[in-house]
T-cell receptor
């Protein structure tokens, strides 16, 4: 069965600190997709990144980077030099291609507070 | 271009009443999803449409919940005999093509409160 665990409920950092949000997933499928979404205080979820199970290359986009490790079933997200605008709830999500793949399972989220 | 819109933004109803929540997806998006988000939780999958048909409704909690998408665009989530436990934010998302790898675009949600 699909499962996504975000063990960190809340993280508080001071601006300019680096912060890593953890995500561990469970799946029996060999083909699956992992996502990160951001939910700012305004409420709408915003897509950040998608990785498929065959591509373990780490990715960097500006201050954001993602570390995908199949060996540990983890897909961690790092924000470098955090800013106040990064304050939001971040969700990791998983969908499996084998079951039709459209059912997306979200973790419980990590609330990030960045203080000035 | 317009994003996903949902109406109403807030709905307060009494236990036992019937409610309808509406979602307007992004034009041209064939896939549409409904989720329910309770306070402090991630979105919980309810149902997925590809075109007019419900391709996966395995997340609907019971038969009081039903959703339609008659013309493959606008969707309505219908809840009969509402219960206090149905109180949550109901999110709609759409994506292009509906593949598992597809990025989903979310609406602002409808906050349902059942008194």
């Amino acid at each position: 069965a699909q499962k996504v665990t975000q063990a960190q409920t809340e993280i508080s950092v001071v601006e300019k600190e680096d912060v890593t949000l953890d995500c561990v997933y469970e799946t029996r499928d060999t083909t699956y997709y992992l996502f990160w979404y951001k939910q700012p205080p305004s409420g709408e979820l915003v897509f950040l990144i998608r990785r498929n199970s065959f591509d373990e290359q780490n990715e960097i986009s500006g201050r954001y980077s993602w570390n995908f490790q199949k060996s540990t079933s983890s897909f961690n997200f790092t924000i470098t030099a955090s800013q106040v605008v990064d304050s939001a709830v971040y969700f990791c999500a998983l969908s499996e291609a084998g079951t039709g793949g459209f059912k997306t399972i979200f973790g419980a989220g990590t609330r990030l507070f960045v203080k000035a | 271009g317009a994003g996903v819109s949902q109406t109403p933004s807030n709905k307060v109803t009494e236990k036992g009443k019937y409610v309808e929540l509406r979602c307007d997806p992004i034009s041209g998006h064939t896939a549409l999803y409904w989720y329910r988000q309770s306070l402090g939780q991630g979105p919980e999958f309810l149902i997925y449409f590809q075109g007019t048909g419900a391709a996966d409704d395995s997340g609907l909690p019971n038969d009081r919940f039903f959703a339609v998408r008659p013309e493959g665009s606008v969707s309505t989530l219908k809840i009969q005999r509402t219960e206090r436990g149905d109180s949550a934010v109901y999110l709609c998302a759409s994506s292009l093509g509906g593949r598992a790898s597809g990025e989903q675009f979310f609406g602002p949600g409808t906050r349902l409160t059942v008194l």
